[in-house]
């Protein structure tokens, strides 16, 4: 079992900045790829970043390349979403979630475990 917990989240200007943490329980935290979703009122869950189980792999959404990165520190069982020029459509509540696949996994589906989200508003 993994609890995932994310911190972070917050109001910020456009432009502006956000770093998103995620830590995780249990020892097995460094088999798991990781991604980070977000899900805004009235849209579909949305996966933003993703990141494999060693951190050498990443993927974003392409409204947010160049934008965000994804980390991870195996040693501290936690990701991270760093986000940069910050814009009103980010606006969501942002959900880190952990797969039991090493390899980057695209669907809903494919991640085992979630956590409960916090929220990012981005004001214009």
């Known amino acids: 079992q993994v609890q995932l917990v994310e911190s972070g989240g917050g109001l910020v200007q456009a432009g502006g900045s956000l770093r998103l943490s995620c830590a995780a329980s249990?020892?097995?935290?460094?088999?798991?790829?990781m991604g980070w979703f977000r899900q805004a009122p009235g849209k579909e869950r949305e996966l933003v970043a993703a990141?494999?189980?060693?951190?050498?792999?990443?993927y974003y959404t392409d409204s947010v390349k160049g934008r965000f990165t994804i980390s991870r520190d195996n040693a501290k069982n936690t990701v991270y979403l760093q986000m940069n020029s910050l814009k009103p459509e980010d606006t969501a509540v942002y959900v880190c979630?952990?797969?039991?696949?090493?390899?980057?996994?695209?669907?809903?589906?494919?991640?085992?475990?979630w956590g409960q989200g916090t929220q990012v508003t981005v004001s214009s």
């Open positions: 249990g020892r097995t935290f460094s088999t798991y790829a």
């Open positions: 979630a952990a797969s039991r696949y090493a390899n980057i996994q695209y669907r809903p589906g494919a991640y085992d475990y």
């Open positions: 990141i494999s189980s060693s951190g050498f792999m990443t």
